[in-house]
């Protein structure tokens, strides 16, 4: 009997869960209410993709194991490879990082290149993958015991039943999966929310004629001191600079160009203001909100019907300062590959509750360091960090304070950062002793001055 595996959405998450269920079903369908574009373009239902998106390196590494030869693509299209530290800029509330080979390297590509070249790549290696464009799945079907399939309605069309024996909802943050499951007499999950209503101002321009020596530029806010502002730049394909203003707090950016550049001017570094300056805007400014973080339960629903599985901004929608949305995504992609591969199908009762729990601890670490960062600023709202995070927040304030004077430090963040690791190596006795040494030095100082210029790169290791 053929099996059939059945994506709602179309984009980062829909398109590596089909990758996967591809290997493990006959027939994959991924049902997308856009019609999908034949070059890399925007459309509606992805709005954030006018915005920066960072790739982080663990991002980047498990798309390259699902599509080998995934970085050739990005080359060819003229997305920058760039290595963190030497061409990165970055500066945290505790001044610039060190700019050395870190060793750690990924391509900074648009949003709307990487879904175009992930949804090129699922198309050509695995036939067995259908896309249905222009079509909205609207509910779930269900035999009383299981979910059966979707009720979908193609544009201008009637609505219909397609059959799956699993349905991954992709649909992101706008998922309509609590409703549909309570149509079917199911609980909607419980939610948590770290609402620290965040605001994106972006800009693309030519990247100048003769560019600084970074590639990317990314300015962080500083709860400590107030400052709600951030911002970024990065270099991606075709020559162009995505410029991006962030704000937290409600200290929204503003979309029109006065704004813009007094906003940018406000920064606590002139660097990001002085490079836009006089570069050639190749679009409008675009504008986007959102309210935080928003953490979809899954997990914890006393009755989850089999057949189902939440994956994506649909489960967990991350503030994206942190640029890990899309890793996450492909760390779940993952985490569904190897439960398949230790399973038969059809696939046994209870399969979909595992794996909503085993997701739910595999996005932990992005999820508390994202909320744990917001949670700093005091006009966030949710729940207020207890004596332990407090510690967490103490001490990532030190290591913050003396990443600027130390490889060893400046590296395990860089690695927390980009998910390659997770932060309790910062808690490590080398890293912790590290940072102790440093404080009793008073390695750290908070002359403004240090910060309105990037700093040179470095060949040497200093401690
Ligand atoms: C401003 C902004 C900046 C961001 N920056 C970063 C970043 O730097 N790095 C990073 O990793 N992540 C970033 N993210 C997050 C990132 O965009 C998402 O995590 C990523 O796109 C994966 O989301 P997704 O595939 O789950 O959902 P989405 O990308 O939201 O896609 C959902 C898809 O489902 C389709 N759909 C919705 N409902 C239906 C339906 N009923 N029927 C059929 N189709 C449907 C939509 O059309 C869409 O194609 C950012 C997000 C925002 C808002």
């Not at 069309?157 to 397609?162: A, I, L, M, N």
């Not at 911002?231 to 937290?248: K, M, N, Q, S």
């Not at 509750?353 to 670490?365: G, M, P």
């Amino acid at each position: 009997m053929t099996s059939r595996a059945i994506v709602i959405g179309g984009s980062i998450a829909g398109l590596l869960h089909a990758r996967i269920l591809a290997e493990f079903f006959d027939d994959v369908s991924v049902i997308e209410r856009d019609a999908l574009p034949e070059a890399p373009d925007f459309r509606n239902g992805v709005p954030q993709g006018r915005h920066v998106h960072a790739l982080l390196a663990q991002g980047q590494q498990l798309m390259e194991k699902l599509f080998p030869g995934l970085a050739d693509d990005f080359v060819e299209i003229g997305a920058p490879r760039l290595t963190w530290g030497l061409d990165t800029a970055y500066m945290t509330s505790g001044g610039w990082l060190r700019r050395y080979d870190t060793g750690i390297q990924v391509n900074q590509i648009t949003r709307i290149a990487l879904e175009f070249l992930l949804r090129k790549r699922l198309q050509k290696l695995y036939p067995n993958v259908t896309f249905v464009s222009d079509c909205v799945a609207e509910g779930l079907a269900s035999n009383g015991s299981r979910v059966t399939g979707i009720h979908c309605t193609p544009r201008g069309g009637e609505t219909e039943t397609k059959l799956a024996d699993l349905v991954v909802d992709a649909s992101g943050r706008n998922s309509k999966a609590p409703e549909w499951l309570k149509a079917l007499g199911y609980e909607a999950p419980l939610e948590t929310q770290v609402k620290s209503y965040i605001g994106y101002a972006t800009r693309w321009y030519e990247c100048p004629a003769d560019p600084p020596d970074w590639r990317i530029l990314f300015i962080q806010a500083n709860p400590k001191r107030g400052i709600l502002r951030g911002a970024a730049i990065f270099e991606v394909e075709g020559g162009r600079w995505l410029a991006t203003l962030g704000g937290v707090n409600k200290d929204y950016p503003p979309t029109d160009e006065a704004g813009f550049l007094e906003y940018a001017r406000s920064l606590p570094t002139p660097v990001f203001y002085e490079a836009i300056r006089d570069a050639k805007p190749l679009s409008p400014i675009y504008g986007y909100r959102i309210e935080g973080n928003r953490l979809r339960h899954y997990e914890k629903v006393a009755r989850q019907p089999d057949g189902f599985i939440v994956v994506g901004d649909a489960v967990c929608g991350f503030n994206p300062l942190y640029g890990q949305g899309m890793t996450v995504a492909a760390i779940e992609a993952v985490l569904l590959r190897e439960m398949l591969a230790k399973t038969a199908l059809p696939l046994p009762e209870g399969f979909a509750s595992v794996f909503q729990q085993r997701l739910a601890k595999a996005i932990q670490n992005a999820w508390l360091l994202a909320t744990g960062e917001d949670l700093r600023y005091p006009g966030t709202e949710g729940t207020k960090p207890g004596t332990a995070d407090r510690f967490v927040q103490w001490y990532t304030d030190r290591v913050l304070e003396v990443m600027p004077y130390d490889e060893t430090i400046s590296h395990a963040f860089t690695e927390v950062a980009n998910l390659t690791a997770s932060p309790t190596v910062l808690l490590r006795p080398s890293v912790a002793l590290r940072v102790l040494r440093h404080q009793l030095r008073g390695s750290h100082h908070d002359s403004s001055d240090s910060l309105s210029s990037v700093p040179p790169r470095v060949t040497s290791t200093t401690t």
